[in-house]
């Protein structure tokens, strides 16, 4: 049988997608064309909607659709605290939990010299011009717990010293509902030095 050359198309693009393995691809792109040409064309548009609308925020760097995004635009937030995250995705986690009310910080990545990730690349500059004479009174850095996340943690703890009096770091420890049994060493060790009184 002659190649599909259009289908293959489908299926590369698909591949490029984040845990998309060539059968997931395969399956994504054979359930193309059992759909409608209407759902075709709002999958189409809602791909260019995504691409065209969608921006960050040129303030904190989160993503919204509006010049600004609903959080630097929302007075009742505390200016007092900032969280600096790695990307814009992780500002959504944060408020998926309606517990944090206070401002964010997207870097646009993490120090990674496997990567290629250099600081010039963080929108560490823009970081410092914000807190500069601001409310701010203290910086929760939230980078993953990676050797890249400490390593950005470290150096944003050095070069907001002498901006904010508070510079913190979120608690590792025990994942809810684990087993001491099955958790590794580091975990532990930084379980043991993030305790609190209760």
Known sequence: MKDLKSLERLEESFNKLPSIGKRSAERLAYSILDMSND??????NALKGVKNKIH?????????????????TDSSRDKSVLLVVSYPKDV??????????????????????????????????????????????????ATNPTIEGETTAIYLSKVLKDYVPNITRLAYG?????????????????AIEGRRKI
């Open 39 to 44: 759902d075709v064309d709002e999958f189409c």
């Open 56 to 72: 960050v925020c040129p303030v904190c760097g989160a993503y919204t659709e509006d010049e600004l995004c609903d959080i630097c």
């Open 92 to 141: 959504i986690s944060f408020e998926a939990m309606n517990t944090y009310r206070g401002l964010y910080h997207v870097l646009g990545g993490i120090i990674s010299v496997q990567n290629g990730k250099s600081i010039d690349e963080l929108n560490i500059p823009g970081l410092i011009e914000r807190v500069k004479d601001s409310e701010v009174k203290e910086i929760i850095i």
């Open 174 to 190: 025990l994942q809810m509902g684990g087993t001491l049994d099955y958790t590794d060493s580091l975990t532990l060790a930084k």
